[in-house]
């Protein structure tokens, strides 16, 4: 999965564009910790090394589906 991730940082939005995913997904991973917000105010900042870093940790295979 490569993105392009050449700003500074990324509001929970910009991020979710970013890296094709869901606005849920990216808010998702920071509740669960995966993904490390900064914050200005209330305002979730997500530097670009942190998006980087999280983006590398995904697994490289597709899981296997539980039915």
Excluded: C, H
Excluded at 12 to 28: G, H
Excluded at 39 to 46: A, H, V
Aim: no cysteine; glycine share 2%.
């Amino acid at each position: 999965m490569e993105a392009q991730l050449d700003k500074l940082s990324y509001s929970v939005q910009n991020l979710a564009i970013a890296v094709d995913l869901s606005v849920d997904s990216i808010q998702k991973a920071i509740k669960n910790g995966d993904l490390v917000a900064n914050y200005y105010g209330t305002k979730p900042l997500i530097t670009r090394d942190e998006a980087r870093r999280w983006i590398d940790s995904l697994p490289t295979e597709k899981p296997e589906r539980v039915a």
